[in-house]
């Protein structure tokens, strides 16, 4: 038994090294586009529209062999434009900060397909409104009487990392709160009796472009 004690410490102690050497630390930034709606349950518009929008953060990656976890935090604007019958427009912007946990699963190369969850904390919603029958435009109007103020969502995408640091993601968000408050009447009767019944979900597309500022391991 004397003599198996060194020879356990020297195998755990191989084993452990072994692993730790095919670990990878990765510290980056990233940034892309947004084609961003949101999906509502009512049909109080006559057109809805998605909104262009872009998104900038920074990540870090750990990696063991084939699979990875990949947290973020991200400054992404979002949001929706739709019309109805009193209004022309309605251009709303939804800003969040938001959180995804990805896993990453890397079949060839650097080809990965990842998924996980996204937290998001919004920071910020306004929307632009004309009225024709008033003939009025109201620029910057609050609309966080409406919005919750946090947001999860459920991420799924492909994505190519290249060994000189660069990498490409195309994910899409797909909303699972409801993010439809309704907890005040600053928008005229015809909008609110409408967005009150309504359920409201980000549905978001993302185009990334990131770049490895750091790297630890292989």
């Known amino acids: 038994m004397r003599v198996l004690k060194p020879v356990l410490v020297v195998v755990l102690a191989f084993i452990t090294t072994s692993t730790f050497a095919q670990v990878r630390f990765d510290l980056g930034l990233k940034g892309g586009l947004n084609f961003a709606s949101v999906d509502a349950s009512s049909s109080f518009a006559k057109n809805y529209e998605g909104r262009t929008g872009y998104h900038l953060g920074a990540y870090a990656m750990l ?20 019309s109805t ?56 109007q609050d609309l966080s009487g409406f919005v919750q103020t946090s947001d999860i969502s459920l991420g799924v995408g492909a994505g190519w990392d290249f060994p000189f640091g660069l990498n490409i993601t195309a994910r899409y968000n797909i909303g699972l709160s409801d993010i439809n408050k309704f907890t005040n009447n600053s928008l ?20 990334s472009l990131g770049y490895r500022l750091f790297k630890l391991g292989k």
Do not use: C, H
């Not at 060839?108 to 996980?116: H, T």
């Open 63 to 82: 990696k063991l062999t084939k699979i990875a976890i990949q947290p973020e935090v991200i400054f992404s604007r979002q949001g929706q434009g739709f």
């Open 85 to 140: 019958q009193s209004f022309s427009d309605l251009e709303a912007s939804f800003d969040y900060i938001n959180i995804p946990i990805m896993i990453k699963f890397y079949l060839v190369a650097g080809l990965n397909l990842q998924a996980g969850p996204q937290f998001g904390f919004l920071s910020s919603s306004k929307g632009d409104l004309v009225n024709t029958a008033a003939n009025t435009v109201s620029k910057g």
């Open 188 to 207: 005229p009767s015809s909008l609110t009796s409408s967005l009150g019944s309504a359920t409201a979900k980000n549905q978001v597309f993302q185009f």
